[in-house]
């Protein structure tokens, strides 16, 4: 059975940190893009953080730059976003899914996913 778990999540303060782990179970992540995704309460689900599979491209969304990193261990079979420097506004559910992702010609990045877990709440509040 192809299944893919997040986990850690949980309650932070503003400007502390977490680091979320993807697992997958059934399948190699090494032939999948990994992406982050989140969805905050009455909003859309938005791209966070993507790693490609050919050549460990990482991409990220504007709101998350410089604050979040995503890697890989394939031996591991387990993608990490490490998040550091959180804000209120980064509270959300996060899921990872598996599928391909690669750069669009205006900086940002386009993706197609086809697997995905089932999320991890991440609150950052005092």
């Known amino acids: 059975q192809l299944q893919l778990v997040e986990s850690g999540g949980g309650l932070v303060q503003p400007g502390g940190s977490l680091r979320l782990s993807c697992a997958a179970s059934?399948?190699?992540?090494?032939?999948?893009?990994i992406g982050w995704f989140r969805q905050a309460p009455g909003k859309e689900r938005e791209g966070v953080s993507c790693?490609?599979?050919?050549?460990?491209?990482?991409y990220y969304a504007d709101s998350v730059k410089g604050r979040f990193t995503i890697s890989r261990d394939n031996a591991k079979n387990t993608v990490y976003l490490q998040m550091n420097s959180l804000k209120p506004e980064d509270t959300a559910v996060y899921y990872c899914?598996?599928?391909?992702?690669?750069?669009?010609?205006?900086?940002?990045?386009?993706?197609?996913?086809?697997?995905w877990g089932k999320g991890t709440l991440v609150t950052v509040s005092s």
């Open positions: 899914a598996a599928g391909y992702c690669a750069a669009t010609m205006r900086g940002g990045y386009y993706y197609g996913m086809d697997y």
């Open positions: 059934g399948f190699t992540l090494d032939y999948y893009a």
């Open positions: 790693i490609s599979s050919s050549d460990g491209s990482t």
